[in-house]
């Protein structure tokens, strides 16, 4: 199933207006980055002592942008997000698989001299199911709503995997460059962590035809992590764990990307594929294969109303006339 999102054809005077439907993209970062940024704006402005970013952010940018474009596209949107519809094994990879990659840095990082998890700390492990569920609806959806969910189909639809990854990358990057400056977010974390996690939630996307999937993994991430093994160590234990965390990522965003080329050089040389090759061929070519109406936005002249297309999942063509 393909929804397209139209905006209203009838031409506006509005000069924001204007601004909003031509440049949606420029426009969803610069509003995620202003939420995003807003209490440590506001705490800049001597209201609040404790800085963070909101986690909201994405989200309302998002809602934002899209209310631009009419409500059909507000819509549209407003279905996406209800859409959670995948494969159970893609729930299970996005919990199992951070949970694995955290148990891995902490035992890396004993290797390095820090201390093992005491079992008086391990006794604790159900605040991190609360915590899960707090990140999965402020940070799961909070971010991915935005960065997955409304921008990552957008932006395949026009140009493809890997501009679309440098893409989001540099503004994921850039909506957490206030935690780096006040050091609650390590360099190494924010860039290469940052960078390497928007290829992994990426390829999940796609996989999975479903932005939820990534929302799940963001939320065990942090809550697993950040809320609970980080919490167990400190100092330069905890730094290290930290660029540990990060290498790992990015090890396990290369390897995401080195067995997609793969699976694309041997696609060639197969006469057919079963049904589980063809989901894992999927990967690689469904970046080039979204509909051609989004690259019609490209083209819209200034002022008038934009129209993107905003699939469901990303689908391929030949899914797509289904």
């Known amino acids: 199933m393909v929804m397209t999102i139209h905006a209203e ?3 506006t005077t509005n000069p924001l207006t204007r601004v909003v439907r031509t440049y949606p993209m420029i426009s969803f970062g610069v509003l995620a980055c202003l939420f995003g940024w807003s209490i440590f704006i506001a705490a ?3 209201l609040g002592a404790q800085p963070d970013n909101m986690p909201l952010g994405p989200l309302l940018a998002a809602l934002i942008v899209t209310s631009f474009q009419g409500r059909d596209s507000l819509r549209a949107y407003g279905r996406r997000l209800r859409s959670w519809g ?40 159900p605040d991190a199911g609360s915590a899960f569920v707090l990140f999965l609806v402020m940070v799961g959806v909070g971010e991915e709503a935005g960065w997955t969910a409304f921008a990552a189909p957008i932006l395949l639809g ?34 290469v962590g940052n960078a390497a996690f928007q290829m992994i939630l990426l390829q999940l996307f796609m996989l999975s035809r479903s932005w939820f999937p990534t929302a799940v993994w963001h939320a065990t991430l942090n809550a697993f992590g950040g809320a609970f ?44 594929l ?11 070519t469904i970046a080039w294969e979204m509909t051609d109406q989004s690259r019609a936005a490209e083209r819209t002249s200034a002022g008038d109303p934009i129209e993107l297309t905003q699939d469901h999942s990303p689908l391929t063509r030949r899914e797509s006339r289904r």
């Open 229 to 272: 093994l980080f919490t167990m160590v400190s100092g330069a234990d905890k730094e290290r764990l930290g660029q540990l965390l990060a290498i790992a990522y990015a090890v396990l965003a290369i390897s995401i990307v080195a067995v997609r080329h793969l699976r694309r050089q041997g696609s060639a040389t197969k006469p057919s």
């Open 158 to 191: 026009r140009h493809g995997l890997w501009l679309t990854w440098a893409a989001l990358a540099s503004l994921r990057i850039l909506w957490h460059l206030p935690l780096m400056l006040n050091g609650e977010m390590p360099w190494v974390m924010g860039i």
């Open 44 to 46: 800049g402005l001597g």
């Open 274 to 284: 079963s049904g589980v090759e063809q989901g894992t061929q999927l990967i690689p």
């Open 86 to 125: 995948a494969s159970p094994l893609f729930y299970l990879i996005a919990v199992l698989i951070p949970i694995a990659v955290h148990i891995v840095d902490v035992l890396v990082n004993h290797a390095f001299g820090a201390p093992l998890p005491t079992a008086a700390q391990l006794s604790h492990w």
């Open 9 to 11: 054809t009838t031409r």
